[in-house]
Nanobody
């Protein structure tokens, strides 16, 4: 089992930055691909970014490319999402996800483990 705990969410003005963290326990994180999803009120959960266990492949949804950066520190069992130039449409609950192995997927069902989520609110 993998337990994931997100932190770093909050309220920020448009154009600002936040860094989300996801701390994992229960298993060695280096054996897992990691991802971030988000869910806005009334909308489905959507893929934001993912990184393979080796860190050599990274994927982003189109609307965050150039603004968000996913990274991981396997020694600390932690994955990060640096979010810059935030927009009101980035407002959502952000979820960390883990998947055993070195493949990633953009569907919710591709991921086996989830955190509880952290709220990000961007004001205009």
């Amino acid at each position: 089992q993998v337990q994931l705990v997100e932190s770093g969410g909050g309220l920020v003005q448009a154009g600002g930055s936040l860094r989300l963290s996801c701390a994992a326990s229960g298993r060695i994180l280096s054996n897992y691909a990691m991802g971030w999803f988000r869910q806005a009120p009334g909308k489905e959960r959507e893929f934001v970014a993912a990184i393979t266990w080796s860190g050599n492949r990274i994927y982003y949804m189109d609307s965050v490319k150039g603004r968000f950066t996913i990274s991981r520190d396997n020694a600390k069992n932690t994955v990060y999402l640096q979010m810059n130039s935030l927009k009101p449409e980035d407002t959502a609950v952000y979820y960390c996800a883990a998947r055993a192995g070195d493949k990633v997927g953009a569907r919710v069902l591709d991921w086996g483990y989830w955190g509880q989520g952290t709220q990000v609110t961007v004001s205009s």
